[in-house]
């Protein structure tokens, strides 16, 4: 322990009298601490490029050619799964255009089919429409008919009654007949 102690002493001394000299302590190669410091030096030196050339750089170099190697390996992956999505999606796309356009289809028949439907229906009511109109329309013909047959009977009495009324004599029937058909037929004209 002296004896350490010692050299330490002496060695933080060294300095101060190489600086008193005017030379770097560092390179004093006449300091014998200085010629031993730079003999472990490199020493240490070979020592250490030995041991990393030998066994740290070719493993660091084989950590970095795996990590190269997985790192392919995952753009590789990655590729693909882009490739299958992409193909995923365009086959989304066509089935959605083929959906799309079908809907479009069965719309376009449904409403086809509608539209026939109802002109169908609505023809079918048209017809029964026209036929009821024509025997609604044959009945007030044959009504108006029967009506002014028996309106004539009455016509004729009403104006024999007014005539005598208002003249005082029963009119002539010969000239009040066609009188009373030509009235009849202008009302049954309108």
């Given amino acids: 322990?002296?004896?350490?102690?010692?050299?330490?002493?002496?060695?933080?001394?060294?300095?101060?009298?190489?600086?008193?000299e005017g030379t770097m302590p560092q390179m004093d190669f006449q300091n014998p601490l200085t010629t031993a410091q730079v003999l472990w030096m490199v020493v240490i030196m070979v020592?250490?490029?030995?041991?990393?050339?030998?066994?740290?750089?070719?493993?660091?170099g084989n950590i970095l050619e795996r990590r190269e190697h997985q790192i392919a390996?995952?753009?590789?992956?990655?590729?693909?799964?882009?490739?299958?999505?992409?193909?995923?999606?365009?086959?989304?796309?066509?089935?959605?255009?083929?959906?799309?356009?079908?809907?479009?289809?069965?719309i376009a028949k449904?409403?086809?089919?509608?539209?026939?439907?109802?002109?169908?229906?609505?023809?079918?009511?048209?017809?029964?429409?026209?036929?009821?109109?024509?025997?609604?329309?044959k009945q007030i013909a044959e009504a108006r008919t029967t009506a002014l047959a028996a309106i004539k009977p009455v016509a004729a009495d009403v104006a024999t009654t007014l005539m005598a009324r208002l003249t005082g004599k029963a009119?002539?029937?010969a000239v009040l007949a066609p009188e009373i058909e030509a009235a009849l037929a202008a009302r049954k004209a309108a």
């Fill in 1 to 20: 322990m002296i004896r350490r102690t010692a050299f330490a002493l002496a060695l933080s001394m060294v300095p101060a009298a190489a600086m008193a």
């Fill in 47 to 60: 020592v250490l490029y030995l041991t990393l050339s030998r066994w740290g750089l070719p493993q660091i």
């Fill in 73 to 106: 390996s995952d753009l590789a992956a990655a590729h693909a799964a882009k490739a299958e999505a992409d193909r995923a999606v365009a086959e989304l796309h066509a089935t959605m255009k083929q959906a799309r356009e079908k809907a479009q289809a069965d």
């Fill in 110 to 137: 449904a409403e086809a089919d509608a539209k026939a439907k109802a002109f169908t229906d609505a023809k079918v009511l048209n017809d029964k429409l026209d036929a009821q109109l024509e025997y609604s329309e």
């Fill in 171 to 173: 009119p002539d029937q």
